[in-house]
């Protein structure tokens, strides 16, 4: 029972700082993969950034330059900095983690419930 809880939504002015924190808890291993995505309403969910457990790490264009995303391996555990924010960073965040399995040729993918991310003009 995997369990994903995300931490440090808010509501921040344009141009400030606002960081996530996403704990997973009771894998039965480290993830090979987590990250973030995010929804506005009307809007397609997009990735935000991942970071894999090598610590390769992936980011959306409209974030790049912003957002940094780091992870804890041994508390499956993943960050998201966000800096010089704007009004259209406004949306739902979600974590994400994933397993792979290579053996049986199939991951495993876990989402956490969302927070609300609001950036004011």
């Known amino acids: 029972q995997v369990q994903l809880v995300e931490s440090g939504g808010g509501l921040v002015q344009a141009g400030g700082s606002l960081r996530l924190s996403c704990a997973a808890s009771g894998s039965i291993g480290r993830f090979n993969a987590m990250g973030w995505h995010r929804q506005a309403p009307g809007k397609e969910r997009e990735l935000v950034a991942a970071?894999?457990?090598?610590?390769?790490?992936n980011y959306g264009d409209s974030v790049k330059g912003r957002f940094t995303i780091s992870s804890d391996n041994a508390k499956n555990t993943v960050y998201l900095q966000m800096n010089s924010l704007k009004p259209d960073d406004t949306a739902v965040y979600y974590c994400?983690?994933?397993?792979?399995?290579?053996?049986?040729?199939?991951?495993?993918?876990?989402w956490g419930q969302g927070t609300q991310v609001t950036v004011s003009s």
């Open positions: 970071v894999t457990s090598g610590g390769l790490t």
């Open positions: 994400n983690a994933k397993i792979t399995v290579p053996v049986l040729m199939k991951a495993y993918d876990y």
